[in-house]
């Protein structure tokens, strides 16, 4: 079968001594550095499509933006790591904050003989298609898109603007502006562009960007940032904070007792984040690019994934928590 890896990383202290249990490296689980190796956390399999392994990089936010040469170096050895676990692998996807350090996978991508691909267009993917149901839901044509300056965060605002909804980015600089003027979308601070909608999509590649309170009263937040896109505090009344890019497990989706772990620690019981659905994409239709590597996503990058996903019967989910919402469940404001 196609063999995958999805490489994550933990996103905080407790994550991280999660890790050390599971590696057996006792140092790491009481909150010590530990070994710092790359090691298997669990293995996904979709029965009869595809086999793959979760491997975690043993850094946490900080030390992956300060020091992306040594990034990049752990990010090498959890190749092998993987590739050694399954004997081969056609595919290597790159979770969170490893999709942006070290080139956005380039630098990653000369250093070993597979495609690897950092989940920007299926995040991209999902994130339109739940802000889409959203939007007509509503009956709203206006949308904030923030963390413009990333690679998703274009890619929504590009793909929303091209099917007619106005759209404010929030961002700031000349390249920015350049880049909102070429796409048609209005660029606005994120506080402010936040403000000026009622449907949301906090897309930040580094999350914590957002006070609250710069959001209108019955807000619909679809968030696809980790961490979160708001900062801690007490939200306007009728707010509602969703997860953007979640994705229904595809039929025969088997996870193992680690596997399990990884979820509930993550993404919840019947869901994944889309991030985790492209290298599995691509190990299966056994494409030998990457859909989404660099700074911004290739013509016809989105539409690709999107048919390939498709023909895997791959759905966006639209959720909170672990709970799926239906569109129409928004109508009547926040549960409870």
Request: hydrophobic content about 45%; some cysteine.
């Amino acid at each position: 079968m196609p063999r995958f890896a999805f490489l994550v990383h933990p996103l905080t202290g407790f994550h991280r001594r999660v890790v050390g249990v599971r590696r057996a490296d006792w140092s790491m689980a009481v909150g010590g550095e530990g070994r710092g190796e790359p090691g298997v956390i669990c293995n996904l399999t979709v029965e009869g499509i595809a086999e793959g392994v979760v491997v975690s990089v043993p850094l946490l936010p900080e030390p992956l933006l300060t020091d992306q040469q040594a990034a990049l170096e752990a990010m090498v050895r959890a190749v092998e790591v993987a590739r050694e676990a399954l004997g081969g692998l056609d595919a290597v996807g790159l979770g969170s904050l490893l999709a942006v350090v070290a080139g956005r996978g380039g630098a990653l991508a000369e250093r070993v003989d597979m495609p690897v691909t950092t989940g920007a267009a299926a995040t991209t993917w999902a994130a339109v298609e739940n802000t889409v149901a959203v939007m007509e839901t509503l009956g709203q044509r206006r949308v904030a898109v923030l963390g413009f300056a990333g690679t998703v965060g274009e890619g929504v605002a590009a793909a929303l603007g091209a099917r007619g909804y106005e759209v404010v980015a929030g961002g700031s600089g000349r390249a920015m502006e350049r880049q909102a003027k070429k796409l048609g979308v209005e660029l606005s601070t994120p506080e402010a562009a936040a403000g000026s909608a009622r449907v949301v999509v906090g897309a930040s590649t580094t999350g914590g960007i957002l006070a609250p309170e710069a959001l209108a009263p019955g807000t619909v937040l679809l968030d696809i940032a980790l961490p979160p896109t708001l900062k801690p505090g007490r939200r306007p009344e009728g707010v509602q904070v969703l997860a953007g890019e979640a994705v229904a497990l595809p039929e025969g989706w088997r996870k193992g007792f680690w596997g399990t772990i990884y979820h509930w620690l993550s993404y919840g019981h019947n869901q994944a984040y889309a991030c985790l659905m492209e290298p599995i994409v691509l190990s299966v239709v056994g494409r030998d690019t990457p859909y989404a590597q660099g700074r911004r996503l290739k013509p016809n990058a989105l539409e690709d994934f999107r048919r390939d996903a498709r023909a895997l019967s791959l759905r966006p989910r639209l959720a909170r928590g672990w709970s799926e919402v239906r569109p129409q469940a928004l109508l009547t404001g926040p549960a409870g």
